[in-house]
């Protein structure tokens, strides 16, 4: 295709755009491939939307397709105040959540004042070689205010190798009753050699009141 390639880029003007005769049947008609798709390209898998659920839970789109799975979340509020949004993996299609997990949490925070502002190593939201929820975001919608909320992403690597853990990143934001914003990060991985299928995210106290979750594929 060297020949199409030297006609468009003589019809390319000052401006970087093609002049029209740059396309015609002849030249259309002899391409024979497109380039594929680049590597960081994100493909929608799934979404769901809360309403007063108890969790919301991926049990189908994990698989070795993609080697990154990212989940993004807006605007999840809890029906109970003051609560942790969590999660946790399976290996079987999930049939059950608990599989050995082991993580490190670190936040910052800054308020409206100006007047309080910290970055700190949190040990009360880490876990050891725990099978329990790990903790995504603390004290979602602190103070009952209706319009606070969390939001942020995790994602997850490699989910179907059966030869490493499971490695994962999360980053979530929410703004506190205490008219503060906080900013969390969580890294971690499921101690396992078996696929994880997939993924459940709930409230450590009461039902998702709203909120949208969305699983995307990196290739």
């Not at 919301?56 to 080697?67: A, E, H, P, Q, V």
């Not at 490699?158 to 999360?170: A, D, E, Q």
């Not at 396992?192 to 995307?216: E, L, V």
Request: negative net charge; hydrophobic residues 35%.
């Amino acid at each position: 295709m060297g020949s199409i390639i030297r006609t468009a880029a003589n019809n390319v003007g000052a401006s970087g755009v093609f002049s029209s005769s740059a396309f015609n049947n002849a030249s259309l008609n002899s391409v024979t491939s497109l380039p594929t798709a680049v590597d960081g390209k994100m493909k929608l898998i799934s979404s769901q939307t809360a309403s007063g659920d108890a969790s919301l839970s991926f049990t189908s789109g994990i698989d070795s397709t993609y080697k990154t799975y990212c989940f993004k979340f807006i605007n999840i509020h809890p029906a109970t105040d003051s609560t942790r949004f969590d999660f946790q993996g399976s290996t079987d299609g999930g049939s059950s959540y608990g599989v050995t997990y082991t993580n490190t949490v670190f936040l910052s925070l800054h308020n409206e004042a100006g007047s309080n502002f910290n970055l700190f190593y949190s040990t009360v939201r880490d876990q050891a070689q725990s099978t329990g929820y790990a903790q995504l975001c603390a004290e979602v919608a602190r103070g009952g205010d209706a319009d606070q909320a969390c939001s942020g992403f995790l994602q997850l690597y490699n989910p179907s190798s059966s030869i490493f853990v499971k490695h994962c990143i999360s980053r979530f934001i929410k703004d506190a009753g205490t008219a503060e914003i906080f900013n969390q990060y969580q890294a971690g991985y499921f101690n396992t050699t078996s696929a994880i299928n997939a993924i459940d995210f709930k409230m450590s106290s009461g039902n998702i009141d709203d909120g949208t979750i969305q699983m995307f594929g990196i290739l």
